[in-house]
């Protein structure tokens, strides 16, 4: 039998004569339909990026959000399977708890030739429909990330999703609202020191996309850039080129240049395609660090990740194309184990899970984000980016199925776990002030300078560095040894092992089960040597 080949776009199934796309206008019709029983989003509040964990404290916050962009050019009237199957769900506030859902429709064909929509629901912190322009998600979300780095914190901002989904156009947004809000206040740039650089990573090739910059005499001669890792397991960048920007005009002129050195080509998904994992660093240096004296500096990594593609996306590509498409989704599949593991160490008894963050260029790059044992805090806000289309519903489940789960196990995997009294989150005013007097050596007034108005241990926990530096004014000594000595206890009791019932096990239990397991393969051991020369015996 003679079966027609389906039109560019469409997509056939199995069992029938129809195709999904022939179906456009139900489709269209149904989810609509499905749409008008949707309670309407509630709008998002501006900075509210936060850890979920309490009332102790995890070393790595992650907000995850969802970002749809809108039907695009001849999209708007195109037929197949051009239509909307995307669409944001109810939103629940819970205290300060945000869950915004979204609903995804999978069109269907059945073998008899009736059209069908499977619908499923996933659930994020935020979810940004086509009404939300980029202000709206750095108010969101993205502001406090940035206040965190600016404080000595590590911030992360990521853009995930397949190709064409409009990471480049969310994340350049960003970098460019971030001039504004970075200069914005001129009393500010006398106390910190901005720098900025900018590199793609393409597998284990990495470039320095400001290399040709005026003030990099070496020109084309520079060192190839390395990404590792030190002696004390901080990741570090060798060789990247680091640009100091005293203004708007000076930090726009730099981002101007990355963006145009950022490869791309053209694919059957997406005329400008990026080619390689884009990654923007501004560091922040306040007075006093660069002589050993201040607070360390604080990082912000805007990361714009290269589009995954399936193999209907790349079905017309040259080898070329074919081999970059293999090293993009390699380093991507790396990142979604980085993501998995993550997720799973998370809960109670997870801290032996093995997170491979070494596995790729990049998740080495980002290890404070996998990291339990991090040593400050590091702020992460996930943007996963979907296209509404039926044609990518597929790309776009597999999408939500990587990154809501991060968002779930992150809000609940203390609910059944064990008060840990060692841990300084847990300290109440009274007890968070004799560990400053007592273990760290401050007098009553150094403490009333470091603990206004009856400071918590979790609300000492959360604050920067740089603060910490400026309530002990001229007192780097005190102030550094506070601010280690606080997150050596936070890293032990986030590494605290535990049962997968969330109950602590102490050291004098832990060293019980060592010696019970010798004992046992002792005496297994025991066992064997006996049948062994019974056997021996009797042959």
Same mark, same amino acid.
């Given at each position: 039998m003679e079966i027609n080949a389906p039109p560019d776009g469409a997509r056939f199934v199995a069992g029938s004569k129809k195709l999904v796309g022939d179906f456009h206008d139900q489709f269209v019709s149904m989810i609509l339909e499905a749409q008008s029983m949707v309670p309407p989003p509630i709008v998002a509040n501006a900075g509210s990026t936060r850890s979920r964990r309490e009332p102790s404290l995890d070393t790595s916050t992650f907000t995850v959000c969802l970002r749809m962009r809108p039907l695009l050019g001849n999209e708007l009237t195109a037929r197949g399977e051009s239509f909307n199957c995307v669409i944001p769900g109810e939103s629940k506030i819970d205290g300060s708890d945000r869950t915004d859902q979204v609903i995804v429709f999978t069109p269907k064909v059945g073998i008899t030739g009736k059209p069908s929509l499977t619908?499923?629901?996933?659930?994020?912190?935020? !979810?940004?429909?086509?009404?939300?322009?980029?202000?709206?998600?750095?108010?969101? !979300?993205?502001?406090?990330?940035?206040?965190?780095?600016?404080?000595?914190?590590?911030?992360?901002?990521?853009?995930?999703?397949?190709?064409?989904?409009?990471?480049?156009?969310?994340?350049?947004?960003?970098?460019?609202?971030?001039?504004?809000?970075?200069?914005?206040?001129? %009393?500010?740039?006398?106390?910190?020191?901005?720098?900025? *650089?900018?590199?793609?990573?393409?597998? *284990?090739?990495?470039?320095?996309?400001?290399?040709?910059?005026p003030d990099n005499d070496n020109g084309n001669t520079m060192p190839k850039v390395q990404i590792g890792e030190l002696l004390d397991g901080r990741a570090v960048v060798k060789n990247l080129s680091e640009h100091r920007t005293s203004s708007a005009k000076e930090l726009s002129a730099l981002i101007g240049v990355a963006k145009s050195q950022r490869t791309t080509k053209a694919t059957e998904k997406n005329d400008t395609s990026s080619r390689s994992h884009g990654v923007g660093i501004i560091r922040f240096g306040h007075v006093g660090f660069e002589a050993g004296e201040g607070p360390a500096e604080g990082v912000l990594y805007i990361i714009d990740l290269a589009g995954s593609e399936r193999s209907d996306d790349s079905k017309g590509h040259n080898k070329s194309l074919m081999d970059e498409t293999k090293e993009i989704n390699l380093s991507i599949m790396s990142l979604k184990e980085c993501i998995r593991a993550r997720t799973?160490?998370?809960?109670?008894?997870?801290?032996?899970?093995?997170?491979?963050?070494?596995?790729?260029?990049?998740?080495?790059?980002?290890?404070?984000?996998? &990291?339990?044992?991090?040593?400050?805090?590091?702020?992460? !806000?996930?943007?996963?980016?979907? *296209?509404?289309?039926?044609? &990518?519903?597929?790309?776009?489940?597999?999408?939500?199925?990587?990154?809501?789960?991060?968002?779930?196990?992150?809000? &609940?995997?203390?609910?059944? %776990?064990?008060?840990?009294?060692?841990?300084?989150?847990?300290?109440?005013? &009274?007890?968070?002030?004799?560990?400053?007097?007592?273990?760290?050596?401050?007098?009553?007034?150094?403490?009333?300078?470091?603990?206004?108005?009856?400071?918590?241990?979790?609300?000492?926990?959360?604050?920067?560095?740089?603060?910490?530096?400026?309530?002990?004014?001229?007192?780097?000594?005190?102030?550094?040894? !506070?601010?280690?000595?606080?997150?050596?206890?936070?890293?032990?009791?986030?590494?605290?092992?535990?049962?997968?019932?969330? *109950?602590?096990?102490?050291?004098?239990?832990?060293?019980?089960?060592?010696?019970?397991a010798r004992k046992l393969q002792e005496e297994k051991a025991k066992l064997w040597e006996d049948r062994e020369k019974t056997l021996k015996s009797e042959f």
């Open positions: 619908e499923a629901t996933f659930a994020f912190d935020y !979810v940004f429909g086509p009404d939300h322009d980029g202000d709206h998600v750095y108010d969101a !979300v993205v502001e406090a990330v940035v206040k965190r780095a600016e404080g000595g914190q590590v911030g992360v901002v990521f853009a995930f999703g397949q190709t064409g989904s409009g990471k480049s156009h969310t994340m350049n947004g960003l970098m460019d609202r971030l001039v504004m809000e970075l200069f914005a206040n001129s %009393s500010e740039a006398s106390t910190r020191r901005i720098t900025f *650089s900018y590199m793609e990573i393409l597998g *284990s090739n990495i470039r320095d996309c400001l290399a040709i910059m799973i160490a998370s809960g109670p008894g997870g801290a032996s899970i093995h997170v491979p963050y070494r596995r790729s260029k990049l998740t080495l790059l980002m290890k404070d984000v996998f &990291d339990l044992g991090c040593k400050r805090m590091c702020s992460t !806000v996930v943007l996963a980016h979907v *296209s509404p289309l039926a044609g &990518d519903v597929k790309h776009t489940v597999n999408t939500m199925n990587y990154c809501a789960p991060l968002r779930v196990a992150v809000n &609940d995997k203390t609910k059944s %776990s064990e008060r840990d009294d060692r841990d300084p989150a847990t300290w109440d005013a &009274d007890r968070i002030r004799s560990w400053c007097e007592k273990t760290m050596g401050l007098d009553a007034t150094e403490s009333n300078m470091l603990l206004p108005r009856g400071t918590t241990g979790i609300e000492l926990c959360r604050t920067t560095e740089v603060e910490i530096y400026r309530r002990l004014a001229g007192k780097h000594d005190k102030a550094k040894c !506070v601010y280690q000595g606080l997150w050596t206890l936070i890293c032990d009791a986030k590494t605290r092992k535990r049962r997968p019932d969330g *109950s602590i096990i102490t050291q004098e239990q832990e060293d019980a089960e060592i010696a019970n």
